[in-house]
């Protein structure tokens, strides 16, 4: 960028502030800035440029940022609207328009200020309501640095399903490669002559957004996070912000994909364990259009009576284990029915449940060696038997009394070592705050498992608790 312009803190235009939509704002102009059609031109030039493309390709679509503002306002034709933005800018810039001095609400900076409002700002109110600002100000004020920031973040951001979508993270290189990455793809569109609006995700809900975003974040941008070990040791969280500016309902969801979520999805994707998790993952979408289809494998499609359905149309419906992720609901029950009749690494639930559970390592252990003895050297019935009777324990007594079983059946064969001690019994199996139904579906994997690792089949009917959510797409 040419900054020939003297009256800007150009380090103000891009340093990060701790506001997500500020900080969208100055990653999209750091980026255009490097850009070959851009820095030679000073900051007016490329607030042009870029107010060009919002009123002439976009047709001034940007109603869920600025609402009433001189690009949205339809009372003006095109070339109004661009007088009007460029006039609004070099007042700014220049000053000439009214201001007060203090600190800017967001950067923290002594400086000039200037009110902002939902026609120059996102989700700040309006001057009308002037009691839901301090000392009954017409609006929030901030540094002209921080408005010029506002304007640029379309280009930062993308349209999900009927909302806005802004990703960030405790990492600025995470949250800077969502900008960068959307900024570039609205350039490619625009070259190519097909951008018409703001960037449309290939996502419609928020938590296969999230989840998408943390795809790319691990696949690409691990050289310089680290290698695929220490993402591991990153406490890298996402924070999803759905919003809207627009007419009487302006409003925001806030979505959280946590470090550890973060973390556990990141060692799933790791090469011996990805088409295991993926398998089982896609296996969970869900649309109610397609009530009789099932997810095929070997091709990688859902398949119903009429139609097939590749990732790039499936990857649109919701998805019972993201939502389940992103909400902190267990996926325990959906992974003992996946493992009934499927291969499933046990590494993920031992660190689905260490992780994401906080269960002691030592009782993923015991459990292993419980699964053990259930299944190796018995026969078909026995085993059979035992899933049945596990899978109708409706009761922590219940499941007591089963273990203690098994310690018996172990004693009577003349072993000298215990199968369960006191110790694992109260301190592991069964400490305070346990949840029974969980330590049952997860013996019920690790037998389930047990028996695709030693080709055992048994024949046995499980009831399968209801896991599917309320409202599909």
Same mark, same amino acid.
């Given at each position: 960028?040419?900054?020939?312009?003297?009256?800007?803190?150009?380090?103000?235009?891009?340093?990060?502030?701790?506001?997500?939509?500020?900080?969208?704002?100055?990653?999209?102009?750091?980026?255009?800035?490097?850009?070959?059609?851009?820095?030679?031109?000073?900051?007016?030039?490329?607030?042009?440029?870029?107010?060009?493309?919002?009123?002439?390709?976009?047709?001034?679509?940007?109603?869920?940022?600025?609402?009433?503002?001189?690009?949205?306002?339809?009372?003006?034709?095109?070339?109004?609207?661009?007088?009007?933005?460029?006039?609004?800018?070099?007042?700014?810039?220049?000053?000439?328009?009214?201001?007060?001095?203090?600190?800017?609400?967001?950067?923290?900076?002594?400086?000039?200020?200037?009110?902002?409002?939902?026609?120059?700002?996102?989700?700040?109110?309006?001057?009308?309501?002037?009691?839901?600002?301090?000392?009954? %100000?017409? !609006?929030?004020?901030? /540094? +002209?640095? =921080? #408005?010029?920031?506002? *304007?640029?973040? &379309?280009?930062?951001?993308?349209?999900?399903?009927?909302?806005?979508?802004?990703?960030?993270?405790?990492?600025?290189?995470?949250?800077?490669?969502?900008?960068?990455?959307?900024?570039?793809?609205?350039?490619? %569109?625009? !070259?190519?002559?097909? /951008? +018409?609006? =703001? #960037?449309?995700?290939? *996502?419609?809900? &928020?938590?296969?957004?999230?989840?998408?975003?943390?795809?790319?974040?691990?696949?690409?941008?691990?050289?310089?996070?680290?290698?695929?070990?220490?993402?591991?040791?990153?406490?890298?969280?996402?924070?999803?912000?759905?919003?809207?500016?627009?007419?009487?309902?302006?409003?925001?969801?806030?979505?959280?994909? &946590?470090?550890?979520?973060?973390?556990?999805?990141?060692?799933?994707?790791?090469?011996?364990?990805?088409?295991?998790?993926?398998?089982?993952?896609?296996?969970?979408?869900?649309?109610?259009?397609?009530?009789?289809?099932?997810?095929?494998?070997?091709?990688?499609?859902?398949?119903?009576?009429?139609?097939?359905?590749?990732?790039?149309?499936?990857?649109?419906?919701?998805?019972?284990?993201?939502?389940?992720?992103?909400?902190?609901?267990?996926?325990?029950?959906?992974?003992?029915?996946?493992?009934?009749?499927?291969?499933?690494?046990?590494?993920?639930?031992?660190?689905?449940?260490?992780?994401?559970?906080?269960?002691?390592?030592?009782?993923?252990?015991?459990?292993?060696?419980?699964?053990?003895?259930?299944?190796?050297?018995?026969?078909?019935?026995?085993?059979?038997?035992?899933?049945?009777?596990?899978?109708?324990?409706?009761?922590?007594?219940?499941?007591?009394?089963?273990?203690?079983?098994?310690?018996?059946?172990?004693?009577?064969?003349?072993?000298?070592?215990?199968?369960?001690?006191?110790?694992?019994?109260?301190?592991?199996?069964?400490?305070?705050?346990?949840?029974?139904?969980?330590?049952?579906?997860?013996?019920?994997?690790?037998?389930?498992?047990?028996?695709?690792?030693?080709?055992?089949?048994?024949?046995?009917?499980?009831?399968?608790?209801?896991?599917?959510?309320?409202?599909?797409?």
């Amino acid at each position: 960028m040419n900054t020939s312009i003297e009256k800007i803190d150009y380090q103000s235009l891009i340093e990060t502030t701790g506001d997500p939509f500020a900080d969208v704002g100055g990653y999209v102009i750091k980026y255009l800035s490097n850009q070959d059609d851009f820095k030679d031109n000073n900051l007016l030039e490329i607030i042009e440029k870029i107010a060009k493309i919002y009123v002439n390709d976009w047709n001034a679509g940007l109603h869920a940022f600025f609402l009433n503002s001189t690009i949205t306002q339809a009372a003006y034709d095109n070339n109004k609207k661009l007088i009007e933005t460029l006039n609004f800018y070099k007042g700014l810039i220049n000053e000439t328009i009214p201001f007060q001095s203090g600190y800017c609400r967001i950067s923290g900076k002594k400086t000039k200020l200037f009110s902002a409002g939902r026609d120059n700002h996102i989700l700040s109110g309006s001057g009308t309501f002037i009691n839901f600002h301090h000392s009954f %100000e017409a !609006g929030i004020y901030l /540094s +002209k640095e =921080v #408005l010029i920031r506002i *304007f640029f973040i &379309p280009f930062g951001l993308v349209q999900l399903g009927d909302k806005v979508a802004l990703i960030n993270s405790n990492y600025e290189l995470v949250s800077q490669y969502f900008a960068h990455l959307n900024t570039a793809k609205n350039f490619q %569109e625009l !070259g190519a002559k097909q /951008s +018409k609006s =703001v #960037l449309k995700s290939e *996502f419609n809900q &928020p938590s296969n957004a999230m989840f998408g975003f943390a795809d790319k974040c691990i696949q690409n941008i691990k050289t310089a996070l680290g290698d695929e070990a220490e993402i591991e040791k990153k406490d890298v969280m996402l924070n999803l912000y759905h919003f809207t500016n627009f007419a009487a309902k302006p409003e925001v969801e806030l979505y959280q994909l &946590p470090a550890n979520v973060f973390k556990f999805y990141s060692y799933c994707l790791s090469p011996l364990l990805q088409t295991d998790w993926k398998n089982f993952v896609y296996a969970h979408y869900r649309n109610s259009k397609v009530k009789e289809g099932k997810f095929n494998e070997q091709t990688g499609e859902w398949q119903d009576q009429k139609d097939s359905f590749s990732y790039d149309r499936f990857k649109t419906w919701r998805n019972l284990i993201y939502d389940k992720l992103l909400f902190n609901q267990s996926i325990l029950r959906e992974i003992l029915n996946w493992s009934i009749k499927h291969r499933f690494n046990f590494k993920i639930v031992e660190t689905y449940q260490i992780r994401l559970k906080n269960m002691d390592k030592k009782t993923i252990e015991k459990i292993k060696e419980l699964a053990d003895f259930i299944v190796i050297d018995r026969d078909e019935d026995t085993i059979k038997k035992s899933i049945t009777r596990l899978n109708g324990e409706k009761s922590s007594q219940g499941l007591r009394q089963y273990l203690l079983k098994l310690i018996a059946d172990n004693y009577n064969k003349g072993v000298q070592k215990p199968l369960i001690t006191l110790e694992e019994f109260v301190s592991y199996l069964f400490p305070d705050g346990t949840n029974w139904r969980e330590l049952r579906d997860l013996l019920l994997i690790a037998i389930y498992q047990k028996l695709h690792e030693t080709n055992i089949k048994v024949e046995v009917e499980i009831t399968e608790e209801d896991t599917e959510p309320q409202n599909l797409n």
